[in-house]
């Protein structure tokens, strides 16, 4: 299966994208990874893309679908993948066709999760980071510290990322509908988005997101 992942910030999509990976046997392509594996394997994408990195500006639409493009067509990506991240506006999900239609390929499905706002903001807003080891994540409602600020592992100090404080993820909320939320529609004029609610637990999420898959690709 070909599958486009979407959803807000904090739905839970890198966690979901694993899973669904694993369970489809089809490799995960998230837009973090390419951009990470361009830049150390320094491809000439993945230079340009750090040039405008370091330069503090966006990375242009072309070199991001370049990278998606390259990273389709390994022979691990042949009976499918799981994109997440990408694409992120409705030009990349244009390109996106173009490229697939180029290599008489077509997407299958686009799962979208679907999380309420004020949750959204619950689940990044109420994180925090271990500063002795980063890894070390803990939520202040769902899996909170035995003592409040301090890391049940080593004992270090528990800090909120400047990046998780309210007002940041509401606006990192305000970016996803005005970019990323219009590939929804777009899609679903292709009758392809299939939804689904991710609140509850992580495999609660991945087992409604696997039957909802099933069923439209049988209903194909």
Not at 39 to 57: H, P, V
Not at 95 to 117: G, I, N, R, W, Y
Not at 204 to 220: N, S
């Amino acid at each position: 299966m070909r599958i486009v992942l979407v959803g807000p910030p904090g739905a839970g999509k890198g966690t979901q994208a694993a899973f669904l990976a694993k369970n489809l046997s089809i490799p995960h392509i998230s837009t973090g990874d390419l951009f990470r594996a361009n830049i150390s394997r320094q491809t000439e994408l993945g230079k340009l893309a750090k040039s405008y990195m370091d330069a503090g500006n966006l990375v242009p639409d072309e070199v991001t679908i370049g990278m998606a493009k390259d990273r389709m067509e390994q022979p691990d990506a042949e009976g499918g993948f799981l994109l997440d991240g990408f694409p992120r506006n409705v030009s990349q999900a244009e390109a996106l066709d173009e490229t697939l239609q180029s290599e008489s390929m077509k997407l299958d499905a686009v799962l979208d999760l679907e999380v309420p706002e004020e949750e959204v903001v619950k689940r990044i807003a109420g994180r925090r980071i271990c500063r002795k080891d980063s890894s070390h994540v803990f939520h202040v409602t769902y899996s909170a510290p035995k003592k409040e600020g301090v890391c049940d592992v080593c004992g270090g100090e528990l800090y909120q990322r400047d990046d998780d404080s309210e007002e940041t993820v509401r606006k990192r909320l305000e970016v996803y509908h005005t970019q990323t939320e219009p590939i929804i529609d777009y899609y679903k004029a292709q009758g392809l988005v299939v939804t689904i609610s991710a609140l509850g637990k992580v495999e609660e999420v991945t087992a409604r997101a696997m039957e909802a898959l099933q069923r439209d690709e049988d209903g194909q």
